[in-house]
């Protein structure tokens, strides 16, 4: 899970710094079309995955049990 996360974080930042270039610097059009079109589901992706890698308290005992298959 610490790898997951890692990537997510990760992918997060990378994400959110390019989406912040786009609407601060205003670089050319197809640059921005780009970043939307790539970066911004991403974002969403990483949040996502984030969110998955958490552990709630009931299940943390579970995890360590036995290895996360997938849902």
Known sequence: ???L???SCSLLIISLLLILYAL???PSDWIVYG???VFIPLFILS????TMAKAK???MEERTEEPFIGY
């Open 1 to 3: 899970m610490n790898k």
């Open 5 to 7: 996360m890692l990537t």
């Open 57 to 59: 308290r009931e299940e």
């Open 24 to 26: 601060i610097f205003s």
């Open 35 to 37: 970043i939307a079109i």
């Open 47 to 50: 949040l996502g995955l984030i």
